[in-house]
């Protein structure tokens, strides 16, 4: 069984301040994802990585950076929190190989509430 | 781009009832379609994949086809029941495994 985990699973912050949330994942997968979850938008991918070192933006990552330290970590960073960026956060990995290559697997998610 | 669009925000049934929610996509690749479906305070998980190949999916009583011509995918189930109240993502897939998702649609089923 896929196994991703998020730390913390919510977290209030103060504008301008500087957030880091976690993921972990025992898959042994090669990518890894973060999400943001609005209501009324499904999820929007903000950054992937596909190897351990780099990472790629997605569809907005604006105000966001990440960071791939090893293959099972992917952080996601807010260096300076803004009230937009209140939302519920997911993290995910996939395979890159193999019968389920293009499935993704979710963390439980991260609430975010910037005050 | 690629690009997924879900017009059902709610859909309320009773149980026994038959469920269809419709998606439209936009791709320039052979489509890989998928339907995720989230429960209240978890993660979104994988509920059916249907792609160029075989055309159709079926999982769990849910059935995902989808119309090439259209550019269209359904998610279906015959009867549903209270435990499948929960929200249902159309998903398109991407280069690098990378998901486009709808907006979803929040289900729920009345005793």
């Known amino acids: 069984e896929a196994a991703v985990t998020q730390s913390p699973r919510s977290k209030v912050a103060v504008t301008g301040g500087k957030v880091t949330l976690s993921c972990h994942q025992t898959?042994?997968?090669?990518?890894m994802y973060w999400y943001r979850q609005d209501t009324g938008h499904g999820l929007r991918l903000i950054h992937y990585?596909?190897?351990?070192?780099?990472?790629e933006k997605g569809d907005i990552p604006d105000g966001y950076k990440a960071s791939r330290p090893s293959q099972e970590n992917f952080s996601l960073i807010l260096e300076l929190a803004s009230l937009s960026q209140t939302a519920v956060y997911f993290c995910?990995?996939?395979?890159?190989?193999?019968?389920?290559?293009?499935?993704?697997?979710f963390g439980p998610g991260t609430r975010l509430l910037v005050l | 781009g690629d690009s997924v669009t879900q017009m059902q925000g709610q859909v309320t049934l009773s149980e026994d009832d038959f469920l269809f929610i419709n998606c439209t996509y936009s791709t320039t690749w052979y489509p890989t379609l998928f339907w995720y479906v989230q429960y209240p305070g978890e993660g979104p998980q994988l509920l059916l994949k249907?792609?160029?190949?075989?055309n159709k999916g079926i999982s769990r009583g849910f059935e995902a086809t989808y119309d090439k011509g259209t550019t269209s995918f359904h998610l279906q189930k015959a009867s549903v029941q209270e435990s499948d109240s929960a929200v249902y993502y159309c998903v398109l897939g991407s280069n690098y495994n990378v998901l486009y998702f709808g907006s979803g649609t929040k289900l729920t089923v009345e005793p």
């Open positions: 898959n042994n997968h090669d990518y």
């Open positions: 990585s596909y190897v351990a070192d780099s990472t």
């Open positions: 249907v792609t160029t190949a075989n």
């Open positions: 995910a990995s996939s395979p890159d190989w193999g019968a389920n290559q293009d499935t993704q697997y």
